[in-house]
């Protein structure tokens, strides 16, 4: 399931900087170079507006005991922890058995946003991240 841009370029890898960082945090599941799509929907922010848009890169995801972490490429996008109030908004399902949905509304992350964005993810461990979160929230 790695993406080619991961194979070839290394993009979606996990920096080793991060992962010192939540190594203390003890690490439930970590995998990068995964293909991973973000959609816009009737997004407006100042300056940008799109009424349905996807992008697609390779990316990573981090799940610990404290936090969860979602990376664009090589750069986490989504830093959470836990106990925050936007990880309770956040919309987590499972769309297919390898496939992980986050939804949620850009206002959480921008400011003067709308719209929708869902952020999909692929990875053989989805199910074990998406058991953990729900039993998080």
């Not at 507006?49 to 390779?58: G, P």
């Not at 509304?105 to 400011?111: A, M, N, Q, S, V």
Request: glycine share 4%.
């Amino acid at each position: 399931m790695k993406s080619w841009f991961y194979k070839i370029f290394g993009a979606g890898k996990i920096r080793k900087s991060l992962l010192n960082e939540v190594k203390s945090e003890e690490i439930i599941v970590a995998d990068e170079g995964i293909k991973s799509t973000l959609t816009y929907k009737n997004f407006r922010a100042p300056g940008r507006y799109s009424n349905w848009k996807r992008r697609w890169f390779a990316g990573a995801i981090i799940l610990t005991k404290k936090r969860l972490i979602l990376q664009q490429f090589s750069q986490p996008v989504i830093n959470l922890e836990l106990s925050d109030e936007r990880f309770k908004q956040i919309k987590i399902s499972l769309e297919t058995e390898d496939t992980l949905l986050f939804e949620f509304e850009p206002h959480l992350f921008l400011e003067d946003s709308t719209g929708q964005i869902e952020w999909r993810c692929r990875t053989e461990k989805a199910k074990i991240i998406e058991d953990w979160l729900k039993m998080i929230k």
